[in-house]
């Protein structure tokens, strides 16, 4: 059974960091692209970061320079390094993964082509 589990949410301060982490079970993401989405209450999900197969990162304007994406495959993990939060940043985060075949260096932020998702880990920023 394939499967995602977000860990590292919580409450922190504006301007604070925290690390999401996100376990694979039953497959190793050697072949997977990753991706970190979020969702506030009353808003549409929107794509954070993805990192390829190949190592490759991509990440929404929104969070460019302050977000990190990183995975370990030998650990079958997928980190994100989240700095400067702000209020904005609120929101429940989930890791997503979708097989690439080959080892590719591009990713996509849509969620449509993800087809292996976590229950998610909410981030609260506020003072």
């Known amino acids: 059974q394939l499967q995602l589990v977000e860990s590292g949410g919580g409450l922190v301060q504006p301007g604070g960091s925290l690390r999401l982490s996100c376990a694979a079970s039953?497959?190793?993401?050697?072949?997977?692209?990753i991706g970190w989405f979020r969702q506030a209450p009353g808003k549409e999900r929107e794509g954070v970061s993805c990192?390829?197969?190949?190592?490759?990162?991509n990440y929404a304007d929104s969070v460019k320079g302050r977000f990190t994406i990183s995975r370990d495959n030998a650990k079958n993990m997928v980190y994100l390094q989240m700095n400067s939060l702000k209020p904005e940043d609120t929101a429940v985060y989930y890791c997503?993964?979708?097989?690439?075949?080959?080892?590719?260096?591009?990713?996509?932020?849509?969620?449509?082509?993800?087809?292996?998702w976590g229950q998610g880990t909410q981030v609260t920023v506020s003072s």
């Open positions: 039953g497959f190793t993401l050697d072949y997977y692209a």
């Open positions: 990192i390829a197969s190949g190592g490759n990162t």
């Open positions: 997503a993964a979708y097989y690439t075949l080959y080892v590719v260096h591009s990713c996509g932020r849509q969620g449509r082509e993800y087809d292996v």
